[in-house]
Structures are given as C-alpha cells and as structure tokens.
C-alpha cells in the first residue's frame, strides 16, 4: 500500500507560479515511479510528469517542458513540481499517483487531487 496526499493548489495569475507538493508513503518507495496526472473540466485525465524514485529519472508531457521541474525530496518522502510560467490551459485538478517500476505496470495509488487555478 501507498499512501499519496497533494498539497499546494490554489488560484494564480497567467504567468505566476504554484509549487505542488506530494507527500508519500508506504511501501520502499524505491521500486516506484511518482506521477503527476491533471483533469480539467470535460476532459481526460492527461500525464503531467513522473519521477523515478531510485534514480532521479524524470519525464515530462510535452506541453510543460521548460515551464514545470519536478524533485524528490528523499528525506521527505515527498515529491515536487514546480510550476512556472502558467497558462489559463493548466487549469485542472492535479493528481499525484504511485506505480511499481516494471514495465507495462498501470498507477495503482492515486492521491485525493488539488485544485489548480490560473486566471487569464
């Protein structure tokens, strides 16, 4: 079992910045990824970001490459993404989930979500 619990949403300007936090744990967290997931209003939950707790390996979606890092804070236990320059178009719920680290292995552990608001 892991236990994923966001923080850090809240309503920014178009160009401001948010810094989302996800606090985890459970199970040896190395032999896991952490994602982070958005779903805006009427639409599908979309890939975000995802960090591979054993090595630091990031991947980003290609619309937030260059605006958004994402960090692991190994003490913590909790994981970051830093989100700068923000667009009215990132507006969503962000959802940090937890996947084994093989491939093919679907998110099993989702956190509740925090709201992201920019306005325009």
């Known amino acids: 079992q892991v236990l994923l619990t966001e923080s850090g949403g809240g309503l920014v300007q178009t160009g401001g910045s948010l810094r989302l936090s996800c606090a985890v744990s459970?199970?040896?967290?190395?032999?896991?990824?952490i994602g982070w997931f958005r779903q805006a209003p009427g639409k599908e939950r979309e890939f975000v970001t995802s960090?591979?707790?054993?090595?630091?390996?990031?991947n980003y979606a290609d619309d937030v490459k260059g605006r958004f890092t994402i960090v692991k804070n190994t003490a913590k236990s909790t994981v970051y993404v830093q989100m700068n320059s923000l667009k009215p178009e990132d507006t969503a719920v962000y959802y940090c989930a937890a996947r084994i680290l093989r491939i093919g292995a679907p998110y099993d552990y989702w956190g509740p979500g925090t709201q992201v608001t920019v306005s325009s």
């Open positions: 960090i591979r707790w054993s090595d630091g390996r990031t």
């Open positions: 459970g199970r040896t967290l190395s032999q896991y990824i």
